[in-house]
């Protein structure tokens, strides 16, 4: 069995929920030496997280930002974690309910996604850096 890992840094993303597919490919090469496994893709962050969604429809993607800033509100006046501004502690909450990896089959050197699949980097920070993302293949 091979074990591939390899850790990067995706470019800075604006807030919301961006399809990263294709970078994380890009970034490992090896996994077309892979004819069956599983990966598993971690983001090294409490304010951004990672899911698998439509990747057809960018509405998708727009519809999942402004329910999640419905259901976690910005300025809630219980929030006692706020130094870092009012997205911060929404991001944190947002990043538990999404989470912080996925796992993905690999068949025949590539990410064994659904036809309407995609890997989402979801962003809740409204100034956020480049995201650290390991991401670990296992297979024959």
């Known amino acids: 069995m091979k074990c591939i890992q390899k850790t990067f840094v995706l470019p800075a993303f604006k807030r919301g929920f961006h399809l990263i597919t294709s970078k994380i490919e890009s970034e490992i090469p090896e996994l077309k030496n892979i004819s069956a496994g599983l990966a598993h893709v971690f983001i090294h962050h ?8 439509e990747n057809a429809d960018p509405t998708v993607r727009q519809d999942f930002e402004s329910h999640f800033n419905k259901m976690v509100p910005e300025n809630a006046p219980y929030y ?7 997205d911060d502690m929404p991001a944190h909450i947002k990043a538990s309910l999404m989470g912080s ?4 089959p690999v ?3 590539r990410f064994n996604l659904g036809t309407w699949q995609g890997i989402y980097l ?9 995201r650290e993302i390991t991401v670990t293949i296992l297979g024959e």
């Open 46 to 53: 409490t304010s951004a997280s990672l899911t698998i969604n």
């Open 80 to 86: 006692k974690h706020t130094l870092e501004g009012p």
């Open 101 to 104: 990896s996925i796992s993905i």
């Open 107 to 109: 068949s025949r050197g």
């Open 122 to 130: 979801c962003e809740h920070r409204d100034h956020a850096s480049g």
